[in-house]
């Protein structure tokens, strides 16, 4: 047998033997074609550093917070969506403690950490085709920031499982000690916007006005016993962090709500992206090797695209979200100022509405269908991704889309085609 035709065989193995999962390399972001760390990213944080490197744009330095105002204005990051994580679960964790919480800052497709005095800014933004892109920013006072792209520190806990197997984001859920360390011989866990509301938030502070969803936020581990961080008042962390250190006064529940929707959304928007390159990329050996039609996808690619693409779109609808238990209601001007993003239709009606009542959102689709990343998936996967939107939007759903109702399946289809017109095909 030549070399070839071994190849081939061997690859035919790893696909259809195992299942139709490319065993070789199926998490492999370094390999063809995606080449993770070798691809020079197109991302919000990627053009600053070069426009910063050439000269074009200058930021200005804060003698209290470094960088970080400048950053947060220069890349549309509201400081109202800041939220306090005081458990020690990060590249700087020496730094973390409960007096003194890491802040995360968030826009659509860029995500800050911030924590008073520490050495370095980490700076996260989604570059189209790759996913998730991490950065530091020096907090040295000097002529301009220094912005460096991870070499790869970041990816030992943000491109695992846990991440949908690409570079990604993730909230972990912990049973913190009075220092902010982690004590894991309670456990631990990665959340997403499927994790029961009562396992989330564990060494995070978490602000409101109204909060029913009985998480392990404020909480932390004393004489082996959970203990309430704050009093009963939960819309302050006055005597608990000094506040005026930070550029905003609390750690809202409703910022915390759509961070984690939107970190777990962008995970399955690169992973629908990989694994349609890297499934395309192996027909391709494979047709040359076999001497197949170029152009040729096999059953196994079309297996690999699909799931991808359910998951996805599963995510996008807030299929497997549990409902909240009761109205929520946050501390801050987070929620006012994100339900007023839009686009919206000629009703007035967005999909960044929220509806803090019975769930996160007030339509049941994702305001991230609007991104530069789900515009970027390959085109079998786009193709994909709209027929599954399609039929699990139509009055008569796919199978597994029947618990959305019928009222927000046609309030969602008209949004979709007022907003984002072509997307859906023609079903009823």
């Not at 995360?104 to 189209?128: H, K, M, Q, R, T």
């Not at 694994?275 to 096999?298: I, K």
């Not at 000629?346 to 789900?374: E, M, N, T, V």
Request: charged share 20%; glycine share 6%; proline share 7%.
């Amino acid at each position: 047998m030549n070399r070839s035709l071994l190849h081939a065989s061997l690859l035919l193995f790893a696909w259809n033997v195992l299942g139709g999962q490319a065993c070789v390399a199926q998490f492999d972001y370094e390999a063809e074609p995606v080449r993770y760390s070798k691809t020079a990213p197109t991302d919000a944080v990627a053009q600053l550093k070069s426009a910063i490197d050439d000269g074009v744009v200058s930021l200005e330095w804060d003698q209290r917070q470094g960088w970080l105002p400048a950053l947060l204005d220069y890349l549309s990051v509201p400081a109202d969506s800041q939220t306090l994580v005081f458990s020690k679960t990060s590249m700087q964790r020496r730094m973390i403690s409960p007096g003194r919480p890491r802040a995360l800052y968030f826009s659509d497709d860029v995500y800050v950490g911030w924590i008073p005095d520490a050495p370095l800014l980490e700076v996260s933004a989604v570059d189209p085709t790759l996913g998730a892109v991490f950065y530091t920013v020096d907090q040295t006072d000097r002529s301009r920031p220094v912005i460096n792209r991870d070499s790869g520190q970041c990816l030992a806990c943000h491109a695992t499982r846990q991440t949908e197997g690409v570079p990604g984001y993730l909230l972990r859920s912990v049973f913190p000690a009075d220092t902010g360390e982690p004590r894991l011989d309670f456990g631990s866990e990665v959340t997403t916007p499927a994790t029961p509301h009562a396992r989330r938030y564990g060494g995070w502070y978490v602000t409101s006005v109204l909060d029913p969803l009985k998480h392990r936020g404020n909480l932390m581990v004393v004489d082996d016993e959970l203990t309430p961080m704050l009093s009963q008042r939960t819309d302050s962390l006055q005597g608990v962090v000094n506040t005026r250190a930070y550029p905003a006064p609390g750690s809202d529940i409703v910022a915390l709500l759509v961070m984690e929707h939107q970190a777990h959304l962008h995970n399955l928007i690169a992973r629908a992206s990989h694994e349609t390159r890297q499934a395309l990329h192996y027909d391709a050996a494979l047709n040359a090797a076999l001497q197949r039609p170029e152009g040729h996808v096999s059953d196994s690619a079309r297996r690999r695209i699909a799931a991808a693409a359910d998951r996805l779109v599963r995510g996008l609808l807030m299929v497997d979200e549990p409902a909240l238990p009761a109205a929520v209601r946050g501390a801050g001007g987070f929620a006012e100022r994100f339900a007023q993003g839009g686009p919206c239709d000629d009703s007035g009606r967005s999909l960044r509405q929220l509806d803090l009542k019975r769930r996160l959102f007030r339509y049941p689709c994702s305001h991230l269908i609007y991104s530069d990343a789900f515009d970027a998936l390959p085109l079998a996967a786009a193709a994909e991704v709209q027929a599954r939107l399609s039929a699990a939007l139509a009055d008569d759903p796919a199978a597994g889309f029947e618990g959305i109702p019928l009222g927000d399946r046609r309030a969602v289809r008209q949004i979709l085609n007022a907003t984002k017109p072509g997307l859906l095909t023609e079903r009823r």
